[in-house]
């Protein structure tokens, strides 16, 4: 691993290089800012049975009307697997940091990703917040579906075609190409090699190949990026891009979209952006305190439902800025 490439990265820390408003005390921050294992880890075991559960009653009660909700069940739960491993690689999973990264490498293998990866480039991307040196906004410049105002139905065939499967180029493989993504501890190379390896080997001598394609891969390369486009559309698109308080968006969402694309928190992405160190778990409550600390409420960008709200904030040539009290 080069050292070079890591100082540039994770070593420099979440910490946005831009000023941010002090809405909070550093009393208030240090409390926000616990750890709370025991539901970490409740989380992430409800996602692995759900994924379980999804894959028996489709082995169960085969039928294709079966198989495609439990491609969207998987690759939905994939995406929540992932908004954990985002925790995990802040530091926000265990106090142990050894316990914290050997369970976010854990939860990262069902996403491809390796976490200590992933952290390198979301630490750039937190720190140089959508500019010419944020990996996460680069990586999306020149693509069609990353371009704003776009209408409602050319917002939907884009996600479409993810979900079909046809943006794993951009999506799948423009993610792992990425230097820093790829520049990971040796260790955690050589054991993402050997556990991968392990499992295509067992999966042919013991039969189960086609169960990894159909409950793995298929909706890895379908649902999940499709959530991923729609929640990296929300997190960071159709936004004014005038303040730290508008360059990233919150979603307030009905329970049903929020367990399918933002998870755990995951759609109040401004507060996540703002205080870093805040565990998705407290996030709700952060939101909901910040609604009443100036200038927060009058320049955050908060928007209400995916499929209605960011739908317009897409179309729009000046997208809504709506600020009210979380439900």
């Known amino acids: 691993m080069t050292e070079a490439i890591v100082a540039r990265s994770a070593n420099l820390g979440d910490a946005c290089v831009r000023d941010i408003p002090r809405l909070l005390s550093k009393d208030e921050i240090r409390d926000f800012s616990q750890i709370d294992s025991a539901k970490f880890t409740a989380a992430a075991l409800l996602e692995f049975s759900l994924i379980v559960a999804a894959i028996w009653i489709s082995e169960t009660w085969w039928n294709p009307l079966v198989y495609a909700l439990t491609v969207t069940v998987v690759g939905s739960r994939i995406n929540g697997l992932g908004g954990l491993m985002h925790d995990a690689a802040h530091y926000r999973a265990y106090r142990n940091r050894q316990l914290n990264d050997f369970i976010g490498e854990i939860l990262a293998l069902p996403t491809s990703a390796s976490m200590a990866g992933y952290r390198n480039t979301h630490f750039a991307h937190h720190r140089e917040l959508n500019s010419e040196k944020d990996p996460d906004w680069q990586r999306n410049v020149g693509l069609k579906e990353f371009e704003f105002p776009a209408p409602r139905g050319s917002v939907l065939m884009h996600l479409m075609q993810y979900l079909a499967g046809l943006k794993i ?16 501890p040796a260790a955690v190379a050589r054991a993402r090699l050997f556990f991968f390896a392990m499992l295509l080997m067992a999966s042919i001598v013991l039969g189960f190949w086609k169960l990894i394609l159909l409950y793995w891969i298929v909706p890895l390369l379908t649902v999940f990026l499709g959530i991923r486009y729609l929640r990296n559309v929300a997190e960071h698109y159709a936004v004014e891009h005038e303040n730290v308080l508008n360059e990233s968006r919150t979603v307030l969402a009905p329970f049903w979209e929020r367990w ?68």
């Open 169 to 184: 180029g951009s999506a799948f493989f423009g993610f792992h190409k990425n230097k820093e993504t790829r520049d990971i």
């Open 260 to 327: 399918l694309i933002a998870p755990w928190g995951l759609n109040y992405h401004l507060e996540h952006h703002l205080f870093p160190s805040v565990p998705c778990f407290r996030l709700k409550e952060l939101h909901q305190l910040l609604m009443t600390r100036h200038p927060y409420p009058e320049i955050a960008h908060v928007t209400h439902g995916y499929f209605s709200g960011l739908l317009r904030d897409c179309a729009s040539s000046q997208p809504e800025q709506v600020a009210t009290s979380a439900s």
